[in-house]
């Protein structure tokens, strides 16, 4: 199985600030199957990047993925405050296609 | 205008069985990847199953052998059945949509909530 372990745990910052979620994978995960998710309390996931690099319709271009390999991120280039949930990473190349634990992100 | 809807969560006691359903509006299920993901309160999200539209069907190892992942083409639904739960199933249910086998969950149902306990 591969585990994704997502850092940080928690990040606390401005509006227009810029957002760095690190998704790191146990083993290599193909670019093409590594995903992001924001998820807000009491509503299902909404997919934002898929392919680590693809935003998904509608998502707006201050979001923003890359890496490759082990390692990816996820860049959320000037926050709004309607950015304050909780991200996940996903890899679906290799079954279980499992998640990371999560970065929740706050907007002072 | 495309839609999930998923219903059949509930209690039930440990040891017991469930049957969930996702009827999908706006789209063909048969021709796309449908998956059950599922958050346990408070927790994080955990992938369960997939079925392919070629009918390939995965599961994560907490759940081999005790759920089961169907589609019913002619009411364009998807299935999760569950046997010999235990209080570790207790989560939101979700069922999601990918497109393609690299595209993504696109399309997410509202969830439905099992709770295993006595």
């Known amino acids: 199985e591969i585990v994704l372990t997502q850092s940080p745990g928690t990040l606390s910052l401005s509006p227009g600030e810029r957002a760095t979620l690190s998704c790191r994978a146990s083993?290599?995960?193909?670019?093409?199957?590594l995903a992001w998710y924001q998820q807000k309390p009491g509503q299902a996931p909404r997919l934002l990047i898929y392919?680590?690099?693809s935003r998904s319709t509608g998502i707006p271009d201050r979001f923003s993925g890359s890496g490759s390999g082990t390692d990816f991120t996820l860049t959320i280039s000037r926050l709004e405050p309607e950015d304050s949930a909780v991200y996940y990473c996903?890899?679906?190349?290799?079954?279980?296609?499992?998640f990371g634990p999560g970065t929740k992100v706050d907007i002072k | 205008e495309v839609q999930l809807v998923e219903s059949g969560g509930g209690l039930v006691q440990p040891g017991g069985s469930l049957r969930l359903s996702c009827a999908a509006s706006g789209f063909t299920v048969s021709t796309n990847y449908m998956n059950w993901v599922r958050q346990a309160p408070g927790k994080g999200l955990e992938w369960v199953s997939i079925i392919s539209s070629g009918g390939t069907k995965y599961y994560v190892d907490s759940v081999k052998g005790r759920f089961t992942i169907s589609r019913d083409d002619s009411y364009n639904t998807l299935y999760l059945q569950m046997d010999s739960l235990g209080a570790e199933d207790t989560a939101v249910y979700y069922c999601a949509r990918a497109v393609g086998r690299a595209r993504g969950m696109d399309y997410w149902g509202q969830g439905t909530l099992v709770t295993v306990s006595s």
């Open positions: 083993q290599s995960v193909s670019s093409t199957y």
């Open positions: 996903q890899q679906y190349g290799t079954s279980p296609f499992t």
């Open positions: 392919g680590a690099s």
